[in-house]
């Protein structure tokens, strides 16, 4: 059975960088599938932020493009979330979940969730 | 952007009552749309994909209806573990967007 599991600092400084792992159990992220990280804060609700393809290929929402980046390590079994030049505005639950290629696709399982604050 | 906007926001209503909520999209989204339910403090929990497709394990009582730009979650018969917040999402174009939540509480 699949799972999921985000790790990470909990804090993070303004302008530094965000790093986020998933690892996966129950499953090899090289098998297939979309891999997705999403976001969740009071302000702006559920967010989805991108998903990358077990093979790198690699979709981000428009509005992070410029600062995000979600990479594939298939010997450890995870995949990762980049975020640069943080504010306050990024502070966020952050989800990993499995996702599904477009059209018609959906998130599941999703992981815990990590609580990443932007905080000097 | 897609925008899907959820209604109502929140409701009340007793145990064993039908509960109604509707998610609409700013375009045609053909049958792209999934229900997730969340309960407070833990992740999403997908309930309905494509968008009448129940998840496996999620229990009859809920049934997903709709298509083009209007979307309906149907609770028969509300339960006590059914507390919770639900969002709808579409998946017809990247970026996937959700809709904003509808809160269900018990009375």
């Known amino acids: 059975q699949l799972q999921l599991q985000e790790s990470g600092p909990g804090l993070v400084k303004p302008s530094e960088t965000l790093l986020l792992n998933c690892s996966l159990s129950?499953?090899?992220?090289?098998?297939?599938?979309?891999w997705a990280w999403i976001r969740q804060s009071p302000g702006k609700g559920l967010e989805w932020i991108g998903s990358?393809?077990?093979?790198?290929?690699?979709f981000y929402n428009p509005s992070l493009k410029s600062r995000v980046s979600i990479s594939v390590d298939m010997s450890t079994n995870q995949y990762s979330l980049k975020v640069t030049s943080v504010t306050a505005a990024d502070t966020a639950i952050y989800y990993c979940?499995?996702?599904?290629?477009?059209?018609?696709?959906?998130?599941?399982?999703w992981g815990q969730g990590a609580l990443v604050t932007v905080s000097s | 952007d897609i925008q899907m906007t959820q209604s109502p926001s929140s409701l009340s209503a007793s145990l064993g009552d039908r509960v109604t909520i509707t998610c609409r999209a700013s375009?045609?989204?053909?049958?792209?749309l999934n229900w997730y339910q969340q309960r407070p403090g833990r992740a999403p929990k997908l309930l309905i994909y494509?968008?009448?497709t129940l998840q496996s394990g999620v229990p009859s009582r809920f049934r997903g209806s709709g298509s083009g730009t209007q979307f309906t979650l149907t609770i028969s018969g509300l339960q006590p573990e059914d507390s919770a917040t639900y969002f709808c999402?579409?998946?017809?174009?990247?970026?996937?967007?959700f809709g904003g939540g509808t809160k269900v509480e018990i009375k």
């Open positions: 979940a499995k996702d599904v290629d477009f059209p018609g696709s959906w998130l599941d399982p």
């Open positions: 999402q579409q998946s017809y174009s990247r970026p996937s967007t």
């Open positions: 990358v393809y077990h093979n790198g290929n690699a």
């Open positions: 375009q045609n989204i053909g049958f792209y």
């Open positions: 129950g499953y090899s992220i090289s098998s297939g599938y979309y």
């Open positions: 494509a968008p009448s």
